[in-house]
């Protein structure tokens, strides 16, 4: 009797000691797995919980001053947060069909929201100027709800010369370094962004 309670105590003790180390590799598990998240938040598409996101942030672009402003909306006031210079369209006036080279317009009322945000580190154009097809993008797409598809605010792989400018087929170009700080600083998905026309005047919170 004495021996099977001695065995029993000791096999308790040993799977005791077993649960102990599975909790621990456990641990470690899911400490790995974390890595992992965000090393894919990092170098993904997306808009995944970026922990720089700024809900109260919004776009106004001045194709006038050939600007992209962030704006930060508090209960007081409009504050502007960041500024960066642009490249639009080649022609001036409102996006009427696809080819046109004009940037559509969104106006305060209703503007074009960030839908998605894509890795385009990789993608390719032909500008049929004789260099072939080559990288454009900058490391970041912020694809517009535009009704014309392809249209959204990208960086400038070799074509930085153009911004500020009007030269693109109807996107928003800014600095590669420019869309990487607006990307990790500033934009998320559902972002606004207001697109004045050339003619239009300064809205009631700009400077």
């Not at 065995?7 to 890595?35: I, N, Q």
């Not at 409009?78 to 559509?104: E, H, S």
Request: glycine content about 10%; some cysteine; charged content about 25%.
């Amino acid at each position: 009797m004495k021996k099977t309670v001695v065995y029993t105590m000791t096999f308790l003790f040993s799977a005791l000691c077993v649960m102990c180390s599975a909790g621990t590799a456990e641990t470690g598990d899911s400490t790995d797995v974390a890595e992992v998240k965000a090393a894919v938040t990092m170098e993904d598409t997306v808009g995944i919980g970026t922990p720089n996101v700024k809900e109260k942030c919004f776009i106004v672009v001045s194709k006038k001053d050939m600007k992209l402003t962030v704006y930060e909306a508090s209960k007081k006031d409009t504050v502007m947060i960041a500024r960066f210079d642009c490249c639009l369209g080649k022609n001036f006036g409102d996006k009427q069909k696809r080819g046109d080279m004009c940037t559509p317009e969104a106006s305060i009322q209703k503007p074009f929201r960030i839908e998605k945000i894509e890795n385009s580190s990789w993608w390719t154009h032909d500008f049929g100027d004789g260099r072939g097809s080559i990288k454009a993008y900058g490391n970041w797409f912020m694809r517009l709800s535009s009704p014309f598809t392809g249209i959204g605010i990208h960086g400038s792989t070799n074509n930085e010369n153009s911004v500020p400018g009007r030269f693109s087929e109807g996107c928003i170009r800014l600095r590669d370094a420019d869309i990487d700080s607006l990307k990790q600083n500033y934009a998320f998905l559902g972002m606004k962004v207001i697109i004045k026309g050339e003619e239009e005047g300064k809205l009631s919170f700009e400077n």
